[in-house]
């Protein structure tokens, strides 16, 4: 029923910014939804990076806070992740996942490719 599809993803300097985009089609509840970017770097598991909850408080991982930004706008259907201040350790495949708060009902996107290299 939910389709999530990232975008936004390249390669960029040490230092450089990028924006992520999620949209999420086939379904029309995306406000209901606990939005949350994951990430999975080469020889390690994956990790939560960001999370929004439906009524837009926002939490991140101690590595990039202060550098990424977690938005949404549900008009749109969409989730953001503003990265800045990029790191090579930053490189990883970035996941978009919804989480409906009820078991067994959750998407994950196909990710996206974000390498920081100088």
């Known amino acids: 029923q939910g389709q999530l599809v990232e975008s936004g993803g390249g390669l960029v300097q040490p230092g450089g910014s990028l924006r992520l985009s999620c949209a999420v089609s086939?379904?029309?509840?995306?406000?209901?939804?606990?939005m949350g970017w994951f990430r999975q770097a080469p020889g390690k598991q994956r990790e939560m990076v960001a999370q929004?909850?439906?009524?837009?408080?926002?939490r991140y991982s101690d590595s990039v806070k202060g550098r990424f930004t977690i938005s949404r706008d549900n008009a749109k259907n969409i989730l953001y992740l503003q990265m800045n201040s990029l790191k090579v350790a930053d490189t990883a495949v970035y996941y978009c996942?919804?989480?409906?708060?009820?078991?067994?009902?959750?998407?994950w996107g196909q990710g996206t490719q974000v390498t920081v290299s100088s």
């Open positions: 086939g379904n029309n509840f995306f406000s209901l939804y606990t």
């Open positions: 929004i909850t439906t009524t837009d408080d926002t």
């Open positions: 996942n919804a989480d409906s708060g009820v078991t067994g009902i959750g998407y």
